[in-house]
């Protein structure tokens, strides 16, 4: 069993940035397929961004060119930099994982088995 911890949300004025962290447990990291999700309130979770364990990375359209997913493997982390941050952002941040050395594009909450717990992100207009 995995278990995943996000850190690093808080309030911020649209224009600003946020890092996300996700400390991960276990010895299997480094070969799992990582991702962070979102859930605005009355919304459904979406996809965010997602990172594969040989660095391929992919993006939800709404998110290019403003996020970046990283990871370190010597620590365990997954990171989610959030630039230029918009107010249509703001939402629960979720990390998810899953044992895999695919290098598919996995959007779908069914691809993953682990979760963490959510941190909030609000960002003011």
């Known amino acids: 069993q995995v278990h995943l911890v996000e850190s690093g949300g808080g309030l911020v004025q649209a224009g600003g940035s946020l890092r996300l962290s996700c400390a991960a447990s276990?010895?299997?990291?480094?070969?799992?397929?990582m991702g962070w999700f979102r859930q605005a309130p009355g919304k459904d979770r979406e996809f965010v961004a997602a990172i594969t364990w040989i660095d391929i990375t992919y993006y939800t359209d709404s998110v290019k060119g403003r996020f970046t997913i990283s990871r370190d493997n010597a620590k365990n982390t997954l990171y989610l930099q959030m630039n230029s941050l918009k107010p249509e952002d703001t939402a629960v941040y979720y990390c998810?994982?899953?044992?895999?050395?695919?290098?598919?594009?996995?959007?779908?909450?069914?691809?993953?088995?682990?979760w963490g717990q959510g941190t909030q992100v609000t960002v003011s207009s």
């Open positions: 998810a994982g899953r044992p895999s050395t695919s290098s598919s594009p996995y959007t779908g909450e069914r691809h993953y088995n682990y």
């Open positions: 276990g010895r299997t990291f480094s070969r799992s397929y």
